[in-house]
């Protein structure tokens, strides 16, 4: 099936591919009636995905209460984005010499009532999955310049804050308008955004990124790679794109 799947299939002009992620449930151990046997198949299918896509898993009885729990999660994330429970925190970036304040790091926290304040680690995976992340992301960008916009009002010298963008949001076409949007409904200056990328989404298409960035440099906005240093650390393949800063990964300057 996974081979089948896989064939390039033409559309108009254009040759698509397609790939499958497959959970298998088994009549009768998996379940003696068709409801069953697909909810099992789809707590296989989920399972199979955290492995990585594009593979195959048999259903056990332990990933029933993963998937219940996923899709709780999945629920409470749905529930507690409409109600206003993501919040940004502003990390400050130090010049090592003045130890003045140079920059801030918008960093996203979800609010739970139940589950008390979540880290990224643990919801932007399945905000991925779930095709939120776009919609989040905007909402991030958007939430940072209208801070920025309140501590210009203020009176607060100008600070640069630095945003976390996902692949998924960063591959998607309207990434780029979507930017120019916010900028333009918030008066935000351009140079006063950061958008923080990882190594490996820049590696994952280096045609795409390289135009995306290009695009995002000719708004105003300023560049940095997060991490670096945990993937390829190549400084060759730095000269392709149009990087302002690089962030060295915590592991190379701890001792």
């Known amino acids: 099936i996974q081979q089948a799947v ?37 707590a296989a299918m989920y399972s199979a995905k955290e492995s990585g896509r594009g593979r195959h898993a048999f259903y056990r009885a332990a990933m029933n209460q993963r998937a219940s729990q996923r899709l709780a999660l999945e629920l409470a994330l ?33 609010a739970s009532p139940s589950r008390g304040v979540v880290l990224p680690g643990e919801f932007i995976g399945v905000l991925e999955d779930t095709g939120m992340m776009v919609m ?23 600070l640069r804050v630095s945003v976390n963008v996902s692949s998924v949001q960063f591959q998607n076409n309207a990434f ?18 950061e958008i923080e990328l ?24 300023k560049i940095s790679i997060d991490d670096f240093g945990t993937g390829y650390s190549s400084l060759n393949y730095l000269r392709h794109f149009d990087v302002d800063y690089l962030k060295i990964d915590r592991s190379f300057v701890t001792d």
């Open 6 to 42: 896989a064939s390039p299939a033409s559309v108009r002009e254009h040759e698509l591919a397609v790939g499958a992620t497959i959970g298998i449930a088994v009549y009768p151990e998996d379940g003696d009636n068709a409801e069953a046997l697909l909810k099992n198949a789809d």
């Open 78 to 110: 749905k529930r507690g984005f409409h109600d206003g429970e993501f919040t940004l925190h502003y990390q400050p970036r130090l010049d090592a010499a003045s130890r003045q304040v140079v920059a801030l790091e918008a960093l996203l926290r979800w």
């Open 136 to 158: 989040v992301g905007e909402w991030v960008l958007r939430s940072a310049c209208a801070q920025i916009g309140r501590w210009r009002a203020e009176g607060m010298a100008p």
């Open 176 to 193: 780029v308008p979507m930017v120019q949007r916010v900028l333009r409904d918030t008066g935000v200056p351009a140079e006063l955004i």
């Open 198 to 221: 990882t190594e490996s989404l820049l590696i994952a298409n280096v045609e795409q990124a390289r135009s995306t960035i290009s695009a995002l440099k000719a708004l105003g906005l």
